[in-house]
């Protein structure tokens, strides 16, 4: 993979014009050298006939509206932000498409005649990983997120709203954090529906006690937190209040599977990591900067690929 710094990208250096095909895509993040971006999009790019290198850009805080405005001078397509750039993009860009606004952050970036113009895949990514992975529609799922304080989370369960979902159960360590998200998303609950036994819209804390009460009218279990990341960090649900009519969705796809998707498989759940989050987010993003369909079965094998090593 190759890995180039904003100032690479800001002075022209040799580094990126020896880039061949030309850099005409990038991911700017910090860290950046994790990212599995580059080999899926580049396998697009290939198989698309395009000649054109996606290649990954590390970029500190303080560069990156330096790099965002040297994207058209480069002539670069566009890009890729991941953390911790998503909400920092906002004040940097010329436009900022209405989902993405109302996400609270831009993981992709379209140059558009000299203007850069900003986007959100990522809930949509995860809409189409959902009905990819278990062959149903968020909006016919009742839902409990975990991670509902911020960044990914956050992201989520907007999205989840704005398909109107069934129901949605928002977790969080600090509870505080995912009583503010409930009382934001509200106004998009209030329906003509008649109530079942439980509220379609709820915070609850990360406790024992108070997650059995929910998973009797939980259709799918989603992780958008960080636990999970490490083999050594504590279990987020306990793995005896997990049974086979769930679906369990982590946004962690480190390689193998989580401690929550084993758990998951053990107790005949249904279970699917984010690789398939990362792989439909990208195809949208490709969507956008090429305006043609992406070739989803090459970007998969070339995700499947990288993500064994």
């Not at 804390?205 to 490490?230: C, T």
């Not at 962690?252 to 989580?258: E, F, K, T």
Request: charge should be negative; include cysteine; proline fraction near 5%.
């Amino acid at each position: 993979m190759i890995v180039l710094t904003a100032n690479d990208l800001i002075t022209n250096s040799a580094a990126l014009q020896a880039v061949s095909p030309v850099a005409k895509l990038a991911v700017f993040g910090d860290p950046v050298t994790h990212s599995k971006s580059p080999a899926m999009q580049n396998a697009a790019l290939k198989s698309m006939g395009v000649d054109g290198s996606y290649v990954a850009v590390h970029v500190d805080s303080h560069e990156l509206e330096a790099a965002l405005r040297a994207l058209p001078e480069r002539g670069f397509l566009g890009a890729n932000l991941t953390i911790p750039h998503k909400a920092a993009a906002f004040g940097m860009i010329d436009e900022i498409d209405e989902s993405a606004r109302e996400l609270g952050v831009v993981n992709t970036i379209l140059v558009d005649e000299g203007r850069l113009r900003g986007f959100n895949t990522d809930g949509p990514g995860l809409v189409r990983a959902i009905r990819d992975q278990f062959s149903v529609d968020i909006k016919d799922l009742r839902i409990l997120l975990f991670g509902a304080g911020g960044g990914a989370g956050r992201a989520i369960a907007i999205q989840c709203a704005m398909e109107n979902c069934e129901r949605l159960v928002l977790v969080n360590r600090t509870f505080e954090k995912a009583v503010a998200l409930r009382d934001e998303l509200a106004p998009r609950f209030h329906s003509d529906r008649l109530e079942g036994p439980v509220d379609r819209l709820e915070a609850i804390p990360h406790e024992i006690d108070a997650l059995r009460r929910q998973l009797d009218y939980v259709d799918l279990i989603i992780n958008a937190s960080s636990l999970g990341m490490k083999r050594s960090d504590p279990p987020i649900l306990p793995a005896s209040l997990l049974t086979p009519n769930l679906m369990v969705f982590d946004t962690v796809y480190a390689s193998g599977d989580s401690r929550l998707l084993e758990s998951a498989r053990s107790a005949g759940a249904r279970g699917a990591n984010g690789l398939s989050m990362l792989l439909h987010q990208g195809a949208l993003s490709l969507e956008i900067w090429l305006n043609r369909t992406a070739p989803i079965s090459v970007m998969r094998r070339a995700l499947e690929a990288v993500a064994k090593n």
